[in-house]
């Protein structure tokens, strides 16, 4: 029975259910045999020793016995000879000798006995083990493979299952993102409208002057609103504009070097006919004069154009800043006009010599000049540091007329 038992274990374990088990449950298995495993092998090796042992203890009983039956030999030839000196030996003698004989031997027999038992009871056990280690053996050749596969498996099983969970987590926790922010702005209407409803339930309550003055508020911010646009709509346009003038400006300073350049080869061309300065110095004359009033160092003179953050400023700090970039270069065309009449005393000039803001004149033709230029060299000259189009449009039209 125990043997049949015995079998059918193997027969079990190796046809055991293909059953889709969790990663952790197959290690435990697989560690489990592998510790059955090694607990036979270590067995096996014990049974291995303890037949050795038994063999060799057998091969000592066999010499034992020979060597006892030996003596018992001897000592019956040793009693024989003892009872044939003694010459008489009786019946009760020979029996009781017999009687000794037949027990030594009865024991002998038994020992045997127990001996081939036990041999026999230990040649099982080693079948057995031998049948299991063969097992074990087969399982970590082929079962093992098999179980590896399934375990990879497994393995791969999971790792896609907690992948789709990843993913599934991340849908829902932004889908819940998403609901909540919903649920907020619900939410904030909801109180908006609650807030408001509420400010008009105590409004009803109020005094008529209460009602008028809140309403008023309203009304006052509003248009604080509006003016505010209005205002950096302004600010824009204004900005725009003084670029333009900038332009306009540099465009006239170069205009007017040009008629100065012109005028001062007219100088030596003279009503009273006197004799005329060589074409070489008047070319070197003019390129002097031409270097000394170069168009870049009065656009240098200009300041460049404000961003638009330089309009948080107060109107104060920005006249002052026009009135000290533009007085300098007025005042360096002041004095190079003054050096050039220095210079040209053989003469009158019959054209003006026109600035930025100021006409100068000769002597002959301030007698002569309408009251009406005297007024636009007024308005011109006496700005507010503000270049308006009106003094550019000013500045074109005596450019025409000259």
């Known amino acids: ?55 060799k203890k057998n091969v000592v009983l066999k010499e034992e016995q020979k060597l006892l039956i030996s003596r018992l030999v001897r000592q019956i030839e040793e009693k024989e000879n003892k009872r044939d000196e003694k010459g008489i030996v009786t019946r009760d003698d020979v029996e009781e000798s017999l009687k000794a004989v037949f027990q030594f031997v009865k024991d002998k027999e038994q020992l045997l006995e127990d001996l081939r038992s036990q041999i026999e009871e230990t040649k099982k056990k080693i079948v057995e083990k031998q049948r299991e280690r063969d097992y074990w053996l087969e399982y970590k050749n082929v079962g093992s493979k098999i179980h590896a596969e399934r375990i990879s498996r497994l393995e791969k099983d999971i790792a896609d299952v907690k992948y789709e969970l990843e993913k599934t987590e991340e849908y829902y926790s932004k889908a819940l993102e998403v609901v909540r922010e919903e649920n907020q702005k619900m939410f904030d209407r909801h109180m908006k409208l609650l807030s408001e409803e509420a400010l008009k339930n105590a409004v009803g309550y109020l005094d008529k002057n209460c009602r008028r003055e809140i309403e008023e508020n309203e009304w006052l911010k509003e248009e604080v609103q509006i003016y ?132 100068v004149l000769t002597c002959k ?9 005297h007024r636009e060299g007024r308005t011109v000259g006496k700005s507010d540091g503000r270049i308006t189009a009106k003094m550019i449009q000013a500045l074109f039209k005596e450019n025409d007329e000259n």
């Open 1 to 55: 029975m125990e043997e049949s038992k015995k079998k059918k274990k193997p027969e079990e374990q190796v046809q055991e259910p293909e059953s889709d088990l969790p990663e952790s449950l197959l290690d435990y298995h697989i560690a489990a045999k592998q510790t059955a495993i090694a607990w036979v092998l270590f067995h096996l090796k014990g049974l291995e020793e303890k037949l050795k042992e038994d063999i």
């Open 228 to 359: 505010r646009k209005e205002e950096k709509d302004l600010k824009a346009s204004v900005q725009l504009l003084e670029e333009e003038n900038t332009s306009l400006v540099a465009k006239l300073i170069d205009i007017k070097l040009q008629h100065l350049r012109v005028s001062g080869e007219l100088f030596h061309t003279k009503e009273t006919g006197l004799q005329e300065l060589p074409k070489d110095e008047m070319k070197r004359e003019t390129r002097k004069y031409a270097a000394k009033t170069d168009g870049k160092s009065l656009r240098s003179a200009f300041p460049k154009i404000h961003s638009k953050r330089d309009y948080k400023k107060p109107p104060d700090s920005d006249e002052k800043l026009r009135k000290k970039f533009f007085t300098p270069s007025l005042d360096s065309l002041l004095d190079e006009e003054e050096e050039f009449q220095a210079y040209s005393k053989l003469g009158p000039l019959k054209r003006k010599l026109l600035l930025v803001g100021k006409a």
């Open 365 to 373: 033709e301030t007698e002569e000049m309408p009251s009406g230029s």
